[in-house]
């Protein structure tokens, strides 16, 4: 009897470590799955609900052993989207939804984009993405104030930069992300107490005429010289005389600028009135900004694009010798 005992309980003990090592086994294997998976865990799924998500991407082996992993560990497995590396086991999966590294979109918008000319660039992450809504928002003045923006609208304060947007993000969140990156680089700079800080009146008026900067010149180190030449006109009471500012307003952002155009009545046009315009006419970048607020000291007044190739200006003191830089450069484009 005592041997028949001792029999069932070596066997009673090789089977349970014969499940273990299986359940073991099972769990530490690598799914067969190959390639990266994107996956959405609601917000309040339960280990069964995410077991079946996860096996419908054929991201395990086996629900229940997801399950049952779960029911052991105890693991918070935080919502949201994520981008499932190939072939974790069911413990790396597990420990992966544990740490929440949500899945994201990274976006590009380049420096120097007005906010009609942002979604081009966002739908590509976000097919679905509503130009109409984006725009509705980007002038919503009541949403505008929500951001901490004392503006009408939002132009200016969409930072140009590389963002991690999450998958499930929609207009607002993008806009929001946005503008909050804007507002940092605006506290950073404000400690710096730069002098044209104050001399301009505030961050609107700083990102009114770097946005001019930076629709004069792709050039990083020309933008402290075009800074200069504006900070002088405004100081002597010169219109800042910037084509930019009249493409800005008929969004006509090649091709030639017609008298009519540059004869309108729009408060953004500096070609006819003195001082900044009412608000940015693009969303400037920090180095646009920069070479606003730490300006080049010049005497210079104009200045007038080269015209031959090399994205550079040809920068003057005087009105006549502006006009003959003018000449030179109509003679480089083949007009004279």
Not at 38 to 55: E, F, H, M, N, R
Not at 75 to 89: D, N, V
Not at 201 to 220: I, Y
Not at 302 to 322: N, P, Q, R, W
């Amino acid at each position: 009897m005592k041997k028949i005992l001792f029999t069932l309980v070596l066997f009673c003990l090789a089977l349970a470590f014969t499940g273990a090592f299986c359940v073991y086994r099972g769990i530490e294997a690598p799914s067969s799955h190959d390639t990266f998976a994107v996956i959405d865990i609601p917000k309040g799924a339960s280990a069964t609900k995410i077991a079946q998500i996860l096996q419908k991407k054929d991201l395990i082996s086996s629900e229940r052993l997801f399950i049952l992993w779960c029911h052991y560990q105890k693991p918070t497995l935080k919502a949201g989207w994520y981008e499932i590396p190939p072939s974790l086991s069911i413990r790396q999966l597990v420990e992966f939804l544990e740490e929440g590294k949500n899945a994201v979109h990274k976006v590009t918008i380049p420096e120097g984009r007005a906010s009609w000319e942002m979604p081009a660039y966002l739908q590509k992450a976000f097919p679905n993405l509503d130009t109409t809504e984006w725009n509705r928002l980007v002038h919503d003045t009541t949403f505008t104030h929500d951001l901490g923006v004392v503006a009408d609208n939002l132009e200016g304060y969409l930072l140009p930069e590389t963002y991690p947007f999450s998958y499930d993000a929609k207009e607002k969140d993008i806009i929001t992300q946005m503008v909050k990156a804007n507002l940092r680089l605006k506290t950073e700079f404000e400690e710096k107490d730069s002098p044209i800080w104050k001399r301009l009146g505030g961050w609107h008026q700083v990102l009114t005429l770097a946005s001019l900067v930076e629709e004069e010149t792709g050039k990083v180190d020309e933008r402290p010289l075009i800074a200069g030449v504006f900070l002088n006109r405004l100081r002597l009471g010169i219109s800042l005389g910037s084509d930019p500012s009249v493409r800005f307003i008929f969004k006509n952002l090649t091709g030639p600028i017609y008298k009519s155009q540059l004869d309108c009545n729009s408060p953004y046009n500096t070609r006819k009135f003195l001082g900044l315009m009412p608000g940015p006419i693009s969303n400037p970048g920090r180095k646009a900004i920069e070479a606003v607020l730490y300006p080049q000291g010049t005497h210079q007044l104009y200045f007038v694009a080269k015209d031959d190739g090399s994205g550079t200006h040809y920068f003057s003191s005087s009105l006549k010798e502006h006009n003959k830089y003018r000449d030179i450069a109509a003679h480089n484009r083949g007009e004279k």
